[in-house]
């Protein structure tokens, strides 16, 4: 069936670093791809999404395009910040709405 | 702004009690879900609804059930909770619409001793 891989965290980086999570697909359609980050204490918010093949989704300086002859979704941001420490999963579209996700990557960003 | 809103932070049960968990949100939507979050598993999808009164499994719904009698309400229900139920579970919501996103609530942190 469809999965998500992400890597194994925890990321640990220093702030102003550049910052790679990697995720990978398995899917026999064309699904929709998404990056959501959990902040300590919350619930999950939608970070960004691409819907198609080569489409790039951005937002608060986070950056993933939508590779499909990689099949991969990878998540960078050129320069983090302490705020930036959070849980970030990946997830791809299913029928109905759902959303298949991945394990989620610990991001620990120190000053 | 969307508001899903689950009704206990914490929850600390019994082995054998039965248990509700509870979700509302605010934006008229449609679909609604319940998964579970735990550490090297990620999320995992319980139940979801798509209509009053509608409900599909998801991918773990053994010894879980839900209700859904109102479009802003869905409740999740252990009917016998067990320690292997010990989790942070977490409502979302969302459009009916291709594409759309989930909305999350905080979620519960249930303990079952």
């Known amino acids: 069936g469809d999965s998500v891989t992400q890597m194994e965290g925890p990321v640990t980086l220093s702030e102003e670093a550049f910052l790679t999570i990697n995720c990978t697909y398995t899917a026999t359609g064309y699904p929709s791809l998404f990056w959501y980050v959990q902040y300590p204490g919350e619930g999950l918010q939608l970070l960004l999404k691409a819907t198609k093949a080569d489409d790039k989704g951005s937002n608060k300086g986070f950056e993933a395009t939508y590779r499909k002859e990689t099949t991969s979704f990878h998540l960078e941001k050129g320069s983090v910040q302490v705020s930036d420490s959070a849980v970030y999963f990946c997830a791809l579209s299913a029928p109905l709405n759902k959303l298949i996700f991945g394990t989620g990557t610990l991001l620990a960003v120190q000053p | 702004d969307v508001k899903v809103t689950q009704s206990s932070r914490y929850l600390v049960k019994r082995t054998g009690e039965k248990v509700f968990l509870e979700c509302v949100q605010d934006m008229d939507h449609e679909n609604m879900f319940w998964y579970r979050q735990d550490p090297g598993l990620g999320l995992r999808l319980i139940y979801f609804s798509y209509d009053v009164k509608m409900k599909e499994k998801g991918d773990i719904p053994e010894g879980y059930s839900v209700s859904r009698e109102k479009k802003e309400r869905f409740s999740l229900i252990l009917e016998s909770a067990s320690t292997n139920q010990t989790s942070m579970y977490l409502c979302?919501?969302?459009?009916?619409?291709?594409?759309?996103?989930?909305?999350f609530g905080n979620g519960t942190r249930l303990t079952v001793t």
């Open positions: 979302a919501s969302s459009e009916d619409s291709l594409n759309s996103p989930l909305h």
